[in-house]
């Protein structure tokens, strides 16, 4: 497609769950990164792919949070044994190279931990 | 470190009305800064983008200038619509840190007919 896609678009899941988080980057853009939206702590970002390595995973919460990137496309973004705060939009976006700065958004997935 | 401020919303304005969201930065060196804006129920568009001092960024009616001397991203617009309801997003591109987005906490926007 034309554009970052993620899926799923929701899912809800129980506590102590394990999820994975799909993202399809812009064919061809070379940066990946991960954003997180929720009420109490607005548009945080989590971890950086340049290519298939992650320079900066500074963002993560905690070590319950890990992604990876194969192929220098698809993405997956993990969360073990989820917790009720985990829940919150996580969103994607794709950046085509070191000279272009503007990211690219895909819809997200809501995520609810109950 | 560097950070976004944008003023608190909601906005509420009549159609027609003229907007201004404000928007300031902290930052060290020159990022570029963006406007991003989230309709209901979809995901993050850009709006606008300006890379360097005195660039003005435009689309859809919106126009932002990026003033290095008060540190600012004003997003203006001289007639609002209903569409325009939403919320925006200013955001600026972390050069020293992998280019990562530093957002402000969102302005909504809402627009009575």
């Known amino acids: 497609g034309a554009g970052v896609s993620q899926s799923p678009s929701n899912k809800v899941t129980e506590k102590g769950k394990d999820v994975e988080l799909r993202c399809d980057p812009i064919?061809?853009?070379?940066?990946l990164y991960w954003y997180r939206q929720s009420l109490g702590q607005g548009l945080e970002f989590l971890i950086y792919f340049q290519g298939n390595s992650a320079p900066d995973k500074s963002g993560l919460p905690s070590d319950r949070f890990s992604a990876e990137r194969t192929g220098g496309s698809v993405s997956t973004l993990t969360i073990q044994r989820t917790q009720q705060e985990d829940s919150a939009v996580y969103l994607c976006a794709s950046r085509r190279d070191i000279l272009q700065e503007t990211q690219y958004f895909g819809p997200g997935t809501r995520l609810l931990v109950l | 470190g560097n950070s976004v401020t944008q003023m608190e919303g909601p906005v509420t304005l009549s159609e027609e009305a003229f907007l201004t969201i404000n928007c300031t930065y902290t930052?060290?060196?020159?990022?570029?800064l963006f406007w991003y804006v989230q309709y209901p129920g979809e995901g993050l568009q850009l709006l606008l983008k300006?890379?360097?001092?005195?660039d003005k960024g435009s689309n859809k009616g919106f126009e932002a200038t990026y003033r290095k001397e008060t540190t600012s991203f004003h997003l203006e617009k001289g007639s609002v619509q209903v569409s325009d309801s939403a919320v925006y997003f200013c955001a600026l591109s972390d050069r020293d840190s992998s280019y990562k987005l530093i957002f402000g906490s969102g302005t909504r926007l809402l627009v009575r007919p």
């Open positions: 300006a890379t360097k001092a005195d």
């Open positions: 930052a060290t060196g020159y990022p570029s």
């Open positions: 064919s061809g853009h070379t940066a």
